[in-house]
């Protein structure tokens, strides 16, 4: 059972460079999340997903992409990368809605845009 | 505008002693808050949830408090161990969101 996993774990992007960070759980759970999280911030919600075929925008969405076609798989796309997103992104599951379930999180990708 | 403060960025205790964190929210009606434990370079771990009709929740050496009145949140962790140095993060849930809603954390030095 490896929980929440998260590939790349380091990225380096030149500006306007594209790529998908990738997010598999094993858990079976309905609700997936992605975050980022900034040097002295707290994690900032960037999309969620409750199921598969079905996702929706968290606090930070703009310049990122997602999609949900299978339970397991929650894969976040940067199209134009820009300075802005450098940045730690943890990906992160729960059974129920993730106010009142725990919520487990993946080891994170560094991603640094110069 | 929707806030969540933990008190300190820092708080640095003697081994043994009881270390607590505050985590106050403004214009929030949280229906459960969380707490997690994030080691540098890994990702969040969740340690406990406490309901909004729940005062007092327990685990192990760990307490966590919730004063829906004062608006406040407070974590303690009992005969600390230099191994729970680490940050901890308090988040909210509203009633009808789907997510969470994460402080900045506090980052706790236990001294040897």
């Given amino acids: 059972n490896a929980g929440v996993t998260q590939t790349p774990k380091f990225r380096i992007l030149k500006i306007g460079q594209s790529m998908t960070l990738q997010c598999t759980q094993d858990m079976n759970h309905n609700y997936m999340y992605w975050y980022r999280q900034d040097p002295g911030m707290g994690l900032k919600l960037i999309y969620y997903s409750v199921g598969a075929g079905i996702t929706d925008k968290g606090e930070v969405p703009n310049g990122y992409n997602v999609s949900r076609s299978t339970t397991e798989d929650f894969p976040l796309r940067l199209e134009l990368a820009a300075p802005s997103q450098t940045s730690v992104y943890f990906c992160a599951s729960s059974y129920g809605t993730g106010g009142r379930n725990e919520q487990f999180f993946g080891p994170g990708t560094r991603l640094t845009v110069l | ?112």
Avoid: M
């Fill in chain 2, 1 to 112: 505008s929707q806030k969540i403060e933990q008190n300190s960025e820092a708080l640095n205790i003697q081994e043994g002693k009881t270390a607590t964190l505050t985590c106050n929210y403004t214009n929030y009606s949280p229906a459960y808050l969380q707490w997690y434990r994030q080691d540098p370079g890994r990702g969040p771990v969740f340690l406990l949830l406490i309901r909004e009709n729940e005062k007092e929740k327990r685990k192990e050496r760990l307490k966590v408090t919730f004063d829906t009145t004062l608006k406040q949140s407070l974590f303690h962790i009992t005969a600390s161990q230099p191994a729970d140095s680490a940050t901890y993060l308090c988040a909210l849930h509203r009633t009808g969101a789907n997510n969470l809603f994460f402080g900045t954390g506090t980052r706790l030095t236990v001294i040897p």
